[in-house]
């Protein structure tokens, strides 16, 4: 029904940085928890992180150390932060959601993926 609008995808050489960006396409929604998900070809969609309504955050194994989760309320953005990153961070990655607006809450909307790739 409402689909997030994602940003900050693209190509990084090993050991670089890429911020992702998450925002809900109106002013009247609110982010209360959101999650990013990652797919590659022929791979299965995994969990990369996510962040709860009061802020608390997993992130993968794997990813430990590497990736930061966050939110900015003032903004109404969830972003990932992704450092010393490595070809197997290659994948397209996703911004899932819940959203608050007036005294309802919507659940589990999606952003349209960024396409992330890390070169050798």
């Known amino acids: 029904q409402v689909q997030l609008v994602e940003s900050g995808g693209g190509l990084v050489q090993t050991g670089g940085s890429l911020r992702l960006s998450c925002a809900a396409p109106?002013?009247?929604?609110?982010?209360?928890?959101s999650r990013w998900w990652r797919q590659a070809p022929g791979k299965q969609r995994e969990l990369v992180a996510d962040i709860s309504v009061n802020g608390s955050t997993t992130v993968l194994d794997s990813a430990k150390g590497r990736f930061t989760i966050s939110r900015d309320r003032g903004k109404n953005t969830v972003y990932l932060q992704m450092n010393n990153m490595k070809p197997d961070d290659t994948a397209v990655y996703y911004c899932?959601?819940?959203?608050?607006?007036?005294?309802?809450?919507?659940?589990?909307?999606w952003g349209q993926g960024t396409q992330v790739t890390v070169s050798s």
């Open positions: 899932n959601a819940d959203l608050l607006r007036g005294g309802s809450s919507y659940y589990e909307h």
């Open positions: 109106e002013s009247t929604f609110s982010i209360t928890a």
